[in-house]
T-cell receptor, first 111, second 113 residues
Framework: GENVEQHPSTLSVQEGDSAVIKCTYS??????FPWYKQELGKRPQLIID?????GEKKDQRIAVTLNKTAKHFSLHITETQPEDSAVYFC??????????FGSGTKLNVKP | NAGVTQTPKFQVLKTGQSMTLQCAQDMNHEYMSWYRQDPGMGLRLIHYSVGAGITDQGEVPNGYNVSRSTTEDFPLRLLSAAPSQTSVYFC????????????FGAGTRLSVL
C-alpha cells in the first residue's frame, strides 16, 4: 500500500517568517494530495489540496507544490501568524476513498 | 446541515467489552471512512465505504467491523475491546461529485482499561 512520510515532526518559526512542510509518497498511482490543519482537541480541516495534473496551487498565504517524478509535495505558509500554530497533516490517495496520512507536523509560531 | 456527526464524544470501556461508535452524515456523500489517531502517528484508515452495501478494509482493520446499510450511517463496531484500541476515532465523508474533499466528524475519544 501507499506510504506517506512527513517532515519535520516539529517546526518552530518566528511570526512573519515562512514555514515549509514536506511529504513524500510511494505509490505512483496517487493522484490527490490534501493538507489538513488540526488544532488541539479539534477535527482535521482541509486547508488546501492539489491534484496530480497540477504542479502548484496557491490560496492567499498558503501554497502547495507537487513533484510527481520525485513523488514529493510540500506545504508553504508565508507571513506566519500565531493562529497558524497547529498540527498539519499531508495525505495521498491512490484510489477513490483510500487516504493515507503523514504522521503530522506540529507548527509553533512564536509572537 | 449538521455535516458529520459522531456519537459518543467520550467512552470508557473495560477490556473485552463491545461497543458501536456511531457516524452519520447528512450531505448525501457516497464515501465514508473511519480513522484512528494515535499520538505521533497521524490518522490511520480502519475501514472505508464507497456506497451503501460496499465496505473494505483500510490499514488497521483488525478488531473492528463496519457495515453500510444506508448512505447516511456508517457505524464502527469494536468486537472485544483491548487497551491497544485506546485512541481518538474520526469518521469522515466525501463525494466524488464534490472533488472528494473529506469532511471529518468531531471525533470519539475512547479509553479501554
Amino acid at each position: 500500500g501507499e506510504n506517506v512520510e512527513q517532515h519535520p515532526s516539529t517546526l518552530s518559526v518566528q511570526e512573519g517568517d515562512s514555514a515549509v512542510i514536506k511529504c513524500t509518497y510511494s505509490d505512483s498511482a496517487s493522484n490527490y494530495f490534501p493538507w489538513y490543519k488540526q488544532e488541539l482537541g479539534k477535527r482535521p480541516q482541509l486547508i488546501i489540496d492539489i491534484r496530480s495534473n497540477v504542479g502548484e496551487k496557491k490560496d492567499q498565504r498558503i501554497a502547495v507544490t507537487l513533484n510527481k517524478t520525485a513523488k514529493h509535495f510540500s506545504l508553504h505558509i508565508t507571513e506566519t501568524q500565531p493562529e497558524d500554530s497547529a498540527v498539519y497533516f499531508c495525505a495521498a490517495t491512490p484510489w477513490i476513498n483510500k487516504f493515507y496520512f503523514g504522521s503530522g507536523t506540529k507548527l509553533n509560531v512564536k509572537p | 446541515n449538521a455535516g458529520v456527526t459522531q456519537t459518543p464524544k467520550f467512552q470508557v470501556l473495560k477490556t473485552g467489552q463491545s461497543m458501536t461508535l456511531q457516524c452519520a452524515q447528512d450531505m448525501n456523500h457516497e464515501y465514508m471512512s473511519w480513522y484512528r489517531q494515535d499520538p505521533g502517528m497521524g490518522l490511520r484508515l480502519i475501514h472505508y465505504s464507497v456506497g451503501a452495501g460496499i465496505t473494505d478494509q483500510g490499514e488497521v482493520p483488525n478488531g473492528y467491523n463496519v457495515s453500510r446499510s444506508t448512505t447516511e450511517d456508517f457505524p464502527l463496531r469494536l468486537l472485544s475491546a483491548a487497551p491497544s484500541q485506546t485512541s481518538v476515532y474520526f469518521c469522515a465523508s466525501s463525494s466524488p461529485g464534490q472533488k472528494n474533499i473529506q469532511y471529518f466528524g468531531a471525533g470519539t475519544r475512547l479509553s479501554v482499561l
